[in-house]
DNA sequence: GCCCTAATGCTAATACTATTAGCTTTTAAT
DNA sequence: ATTAAAAGCTAATAGTATTAGCATTAGGGC
């Protein structure tokens, strides 16, 4: 039997792969071990339980999509940064829908990524002129609603398909007016 | 043996309770059975399946959910209803997060409270004087920010404790603010 | 080049899950 | 009272995650 050189990370990347194609709740073990030709128990030897790769493909997901953030933030400050960096959440997320609905994980596990997130959004508001409790107001508002809206419409939540493009811009512009007001 | 009389209500009735509980993921026939002092098989008397049973839970929770809101509505407008409707939305999410994290439905269930949440949205935004594609796109806006925050909250993406019932305040103040100002 | 060790992938077994079939008993309507 | 439908049961099946134990392979030190 010819080893196939399997290791944790690919098992999280295919794991990844496969929740966009069929969906978190459909995930299974003897699917990923299918996909890598090898046999279910096999996997056992580079995650420790199911719950293991799920902690791990949340961690993945919430560092794809912050890089995809700062990626899209770099150089830019204030409505420009936050225009850029809603496009590119709301672009991951629509093109990643399994590994997006896992990006909000309940328990904060080792190596989250939620609170380099804060700090990002802090950042972010800076170039806003928000610091303190107003940031930390704005930066709520604004997670709210960017999640809100992939969400949504990640999920089908928009039955109309009257232009989401125009409403998403209209939303965030919105936001940064608002945000650039906060008194 | 006697019959426990049984019925689809209860069976489903239960269910949105063992959500809320135990978390959506980790409802199982048994544990439901067990609730109802009852053989698990004999659940398929009143539920055709597991997915059944989701669906039906799903229409439930939509359904309680929109029933809060028009109670909390009805009678205000403009603003009043606004933030009346986001409290009243945002209170039963917490109450009920199982039941809550249901409530995006993939698939257009039959019975399906989608349609009827549009509607009401947009009977909410006519008292702002929004009609047509300024009421979707504020309709959107407000189904997301509102369910963006109800999910960050539920979820523990909150990390800091400060003042999550002012951030809310300041977020649909600010939504209303923005719908009496929009052009 | 060889040997030992650790890691890799396997088969087999276990305890859970949902689901179906078939039976018995109860309920309710005629 | 009789009958027919429905309710709840036990038993069986296929699929799930998980563990134990075995064989083989790969790599490092001599």
Chains 1, 2 share one sequence.
Do not use: C
């Amino acid at each position: 039997m010819p080893r196939v050189g399997l290791s944790t990370a690919q098992v999280v990347s295919t794991a990844s792969a496969l929740i966009d194609e069929v969906g978190v709740d459909k995930l299974t073990l003897a699917r990923i071990a299918k996909h890598l030709n090898v046999q279910l128990p096999s996997l056992y030897k580079h995650i420790s339980s199911l719950q293991d790769l799920h902690e791990r493909l949340v961690v993945a997901a919430q560092h794809e999509l912050l890089g995809t953030m700062k990626n899209a933030a770099v150089g830019r400050s204030g409505m420009q940064a936050l225009l850029a960096l809603a496009a590119s959440a709301r672009e991951w997320g629509v093109a990643h829908p399994g590994r997006y609905s896992i990006t909000l994980a309940a328990a904060h596990t080792p190596g989250d990524g939620s609170e380099e997130m804060l700090e990002f959004t802090l950042r972010i508001l800076e170039s806003f002129n928000l610091t303190g409790d107003d940031a930390i107001d704005a930066a709520r508002m604004l997670r709210a609603t960017l999640h809100g809206f992939i969400s949504l419409e990640t999920r089908g939540g928009f039955g109309l398909p009257a232009d989401v493009d125009r409403s998403f811009q209209r939303a965030m512009q919105g936001l940064g007016n608002q945000f650039s007001a906060w008194s």
